[in-house]
């Protein structure tokens, strides 16, 4: 027996007599009308899953514009159920009338008892599976309004660069152009995506975040396009794909410049095609996303054909957008550190603080490497460790060599170095730090290309960094 509540709307007492007789013993609830001018007032107070509902209703009524009529009413009022008409034998053309105003299927006066509940046992199945398609329809609509909103704060800044940043963004957000975002780690590439898709027509569908560079080159297809049961050792359901996932939405591929070249090409494909073949799928599926992707890769090192493909590149960088390192928005520093001085304030429950004047200062000349995510990590660790309610350097543990007003810094820059290893040219510990340090400009901090250019693993690296302080 079904847990299920079947409505028959029919003139005739012995048809409803009969139907009741037959189906109460397939389905949980079965209850009848003569008057179809009860059916709203049923279908109002009922949790009905199907309807059997006759096409005449009336001595002498054949022509169906009845049975037509109340279709239409209950579409009207609940246009997910399943309706089957009740028909005259053999009348297949108002039949065939009737389901193309959306009526689920028919049955033949004099029914056959079999044919009865096998039709309104896939009508009721029909009914409930529309009902779940619904529900995961508005909670996942529900669910990306909500993802939109995790961790997004404000833009802060007034700057110069800030500005020319959110204009850029004001105008390619509401189009569905492809926007790639340069710029080093820390600077907000994420939070600028977030941005465009609020901004754009799709912000009341998912924002699909992809870290490429924590994919493994082996679970690049299975991640991005999904698989098919068995399709490869491991392979025990099936998988949806991150394209197929973030359908009607806006998808962001973190960290593109860490993508091999082979898996550029795969992806290159996928894009242009607009069709994803999951792995073990024999056709391939629609996928309907804008893309938006970001890497701390140089103008420069996109441009080497050996590091980045041109035609990627070319389909990626339909707008471009080059966010500014901290070091360049000098002016911004005190409106963000304050920001997050009140954030872990709040967080951690401590009396509010405030930044001491020459503490400020010496952060707005400071290089910040690590940019705004060096800074609100910095401010975290200050708020949790200082003694009074004014936070100074020594809370920061800014580097003093890194405090240097920004325009002598750039313009002796190449300088620097010899100058710091005047008085230790034969301190390898300095060494180390300095040589590490200029790496890191080098290859504007991404860790992968630093570490294969110094030799060492990611992991060795991270622990250099750490006995340094960088």
Known sequence: MQDATIFIVDDDPDILMAGKLLLKRHFSNVITSENPEQIPELLASHNVDAILLDMNFGPGESSGEQGYRWLKAILQIKPLISVVMITAHGDVDTAVEAMKL??????????????????????????????????????????????????????????????HVMSLVERSAPTDANVLILGENGTGKELIARELHQQSLRNE???MSVDLGSVSESLFESELFGHKKGAFT??????????????????????IGNLPLHLQAKLLTVLAQRQVTPLGANSPVDFNVRVIAATNLSREQLADENQFRPDLLFRLNTVEITLPPLRERQEDIA????????????KYQRPLKTIAPSTLVSMQHYSWPGNIRALRHAVERAVILAQGNELTEDDFQLEKSSIVPLAAQAANQEDAAPQANSDNQFNLEQLEKQTISRALQTHRYNISYTAKALGLTRAALYRRMEKHGL
């Open 102 to 163: 959306g009526a689920t299927d028919f049955i033949a006066k004099p029914w056959q008892n079999e044919k009865v509940v096998a039709t309104l046992s896939a009508a009721v199945k029909l009914s409930q599976t529309r009902d779940e398609a619904s529900q995961l329809k508005q909670t996942n609509q529900l669910l990306a309004k909500a993802s939109s909103h995790i961790s997004q704060q404000a833009i802060l800044g007034n700057s110069a660069a800030i500005r």
């Open 205 to 207: 569908q998912v924002f």
């Open 234 to 255: 491991g392979a025990r359901e099936e998988r949806v794909g991150r394209l197929k996932a973030a359908d009607g939405g806006t998808l962001f591929l973190d960290e």
């Open 335 to 346: 409106l963000i550190a304050q920001f997050y001085v009140e954030l872990y304030c709040r």
